[in-house]
């Protein structure tokens, strides 16, 4: 079993649509979290940090549920520029990064 | 300012031979990282540097793969007798250090095995 899952996709969604992520990871010692965006043949990039009492930026919402160890991420009013792959990411504070293997999102117009 | 860059962008070597590749973190960031990505997947750790030294190399495959650090900015991966199941994206990553979680990724070395 993965230490982080998550649903591969694709999530095809119109623009304008709110569409919802999840992951879940197995290491209780998990420390800290990441969603990441990769666009295609591109390096990973920080989209944003999630914290316990979630945390939000602009369209973008993220929650942790630690008691049940899974990470959300939602995305409202999708643009077409966020299409790309989603990396949930954990750290159990060894600094070594554990990524999921990404959640395909194709926004269409 | 500058972000990670790496070099090669690309690199096609035959199985067998030995390869170097190049990392230089963002000025100033002390703390340094290699990740492997297949296909399809998330990026894998390999090693993660605190300055001159590997804080932690539990990801490197096998005794094939070793990284350095000496000065403790720029860094190079070095994969011996390369495999075809090496191939893969090769990819850096920087942050500020001991305090800091958030990591800034180069554009990574595609590297192909024939």
């Known amino acids: 079993r993965k230490e982080v899952e998550q649903d591969p996709g694709p999530f095809n969604v119109p623009e304008g649509a709110t569409v919802a992520f999840n992951c879940t990871y197995s290491?209780?010692?998990?420390?800290?979290f990441f969603w990441y965006r990769q666009d295609c043949r591109k390096e990973p990039k920080l989209l944003m940090s999630?914290?316990?009492s979630g945390n939000e930026d602009g369209r973008f919402t993220a929650q942790l549920n630690r008691a049940s160890q899974y990470i959300s991420l939602l995305i409202r009013d999708s643009k077409l520029s966020d299409s790309a792959t989603y990396l949930c990411v954990a750290d159990t504070g060894r600094r070594a990064l554990t990524f999921g293997s990404g959640t395909r999102l194709q926004v269409q117009p | 300012g500058a972000g990670v860059s790496q070099t090669p962008s690309n690199k096609v070597t035959e199985k067998g031979k030995y390869v170097e590749l190049r990392c230089d973190p963002i000025?100033?960031?002390?703390?340094l990282y290699w990740y492997r990505q297949s296909l399809g997947q998330g990026p894998e750790f390999l090693i993660y540097?605190?300055?001159?030294?590997?804080?932690?190399d539990s990801g490197l495959p096998n005794d094939r793969f070793f990284a350095v650090r000496p000065e403790g900015s720029v860094s190079t991966l070095k994969i011996q007798r390369t495999e075809r199941g090496d191939s893969a994206v090769y990819l850096c990553?920087?942050?500020?250090?001991?305090?800091?979680?958030?990591?800034?990724f180069g554009p990574g070395t595609r590297l192909t095995v024939t």
């Open positions: 000025s100033g960031h002390t703390a």
């Open positions: 540097f605190q300055g001159t030294g590997a804080a932690d």
């Open positions: 999630v914290y316990s």
């Open positions: 990553a920087s942050s500020p250090g001991q305090g800091a979680y958030e990591q800034y």
């Open positions: 290491n209780s010692a998990s420390q800290s």
